[in-house]
């Protein structure tokens, strides 16, 4: 019986022995395999530190391959305070490189921070600062690399491209519409340090930078250009307080070119106030189209069999009168007998009433919508207006009358031009 006790309890130390092995071996390879890479990422926080290298961001180009955003390369100053072992002095060395007073750089070395980027005051440095800074050799001072937005033909599609902040991010424009693609991902320079944020002599690692992905746009650059200086033309020939102009390919509905004046310089954003940077009066400004949007009101009566261009007449006496208004043509006296075809043809302002008033207000409206009028058209733009309509309730006689051509209405250009 004694003996049987005994192999009974080594038994059950042995058992025992076991578990904790197995529960050993399973916490070690948890720790090992599956929970690996997250302990080691913290491990690595506790003494290595990363200086910032800032990617490229992506360039963009014309349809023609000219290149009208794209970069230039600068540094910036970065401080590694449980480095540098004599604040007063690097404050005010650096202070005096830097034409700011010294306790601006006093309250960044003083900071209880791993990594203290000086900013704005160290931002896009010019390389006669940066080299003078370089060449007093302190510790936890650095140079970093950045990139700074560069625009090569200053004021050409600024209201199309928008601008970047000093952070290099897209404030406006195609800049912000495609901010995620053109950002791209920074890099760093890897070190170690100890407790105290004392660098360690161990090897640096590089991780480069990934830069943004450039874009292609189908603005034509020698189109632009001559829009714009047309337009430049216009404004100081007749002191226009604004002006615009879209040029569009009508077989592909690309837009080839797109002005807005006045403009500014995107390279200076900061000599402008909001209002000016973003208003893109081509896909923004509302304005009575007129006579260019009787080719809605044709295009409806034709599809909807209400008129024959080339048999049905109208007779133009100069005027027509709907509900007691009296709505005159351009022509004095009117254009006489003539076929409708003669009505678009001579923009007869009574013969496109006449057309109004066969669709019928329910009808033309409808058209009016699926072409998109009252709403945005969806262009890759931040800012588009959506003009103004009717609503369908309030159309009566003369509405109806002065809808069909194009009065009472309003549009943006890039309406007309899609």
């Known amino acids: 019986m004694f003996f049987k006790n005994i192999h009974k309890r080594i038994k059950i130390i042995l ?6 092995f197995v529960v050993i071996i399973s916490k070690v390879f948890y720790i090992q ?15 290595s530190r990363n200086l ?18 794209s970069n230039l390369t600068t540094v ?13 002095k690097v404050a005010s060395d650096i202070a005096s490189i830097l034409g700011v007073d010294v306790s601006v750089i006093k309250e960044h070395l003083y900071k209880k921070s791993s990594i203290e980027r000086v900013h704005p005051e160290g931002r896009r440095l010019s390389y006669e600062i940066a080299d003078k ?16 937005r560069n625009y090569p033909y200053d004021s050409l599609l600024s209201h199309v491209l928008g601008y970047v902040g000093i952070d290099n991010q897209g404030l406006s424009g195609l800049e912000l519409q495609y901010d995620e693609y053109l950002t791209g991902e920074y890099g760093a320079i890897q070190y170690y340090s100890d407790a105290k944020g004392q660098k360690l002599e161990l090897s640096e690692v590089y991780v480069e930078p990934q830069d943004g992905m450039d874009i292609h746009l189908t603005i034509n650059y020698d189109i632009q250009a001559a829009v714009e200086r047309e337009l430049n033309n216009a404004m100081t020939k007749y002191n226009a307080e604004g002006a615009w102009a879209i040029a569009m390919d009508p077989n592909t509905g690309e837009i080839l070119a797109m002005a807005s004046k006045p403009d500014f310089n995107p390279n200076h954003y900061q000599d402008y106030n909001t209002e000016a940077i973003n208003r893109n009066l081509a896909i923004w400004s509302s304005y009575e189209p ?3 949007f009787k080719i809605m009101t044709v295009a409806t009566a034709v599809e909807e069999k209400k008129v024959d261009l080339l048999n049905d007449t109208f007779y133009d006496g100069g005027s027509i009168n709907v509900e007691g208004a009296r709505i005159k043509c351009w022509k004095a006296g009117g254009h006489g007998a003539q076929t409708f075809l003669e009505v678009v043809q001579n923009s007869c302002n009574p013969g496109f009433v006449a057309l109004g008033q066969k669709i019928g207000k329910d009808t033309l409206f409808e058209y009016i919508n699926k072409f998109g009028f009252g709403k945005k058209t969806g262009i890759d733009l931040n800012g588009e207006g959506t003009g103004i309509l009717f609503s369908l309730s309030q159309v009566g006689p003369v509405e109806l009358a002065t809808t069909a051509f194009g009065q009472g209405v309003s549009v943006t250009a890039l309406h007309l031009t899609v």
């Open 15 to 20: 058992l025992v022995i076991i578990f904790c």
């Open 33 to 47: 395999v599956v929970d690996y890479d997250k302990l080691n990422t913290l491990a690595n926080s506790l003494w």
């Open 52 to 69: 910032p290298i800032e990617a490229d961001r992506g360039r963009i180009y014309t349809q023609d391959g000219t290149l009208i955003a």
């Open 76 to 88: 910036s100053l970065v401080f590694i305070p449980n480095q540098v072992k004599d604040k007063e």
């Open 133 to 148: 800074i370089d060449a007093l050799g302190y510790d936890g001072v650095y140079l970093v690399k950045e990139s700074k």
């Open 290 to 292: 007129g006579s260019t």
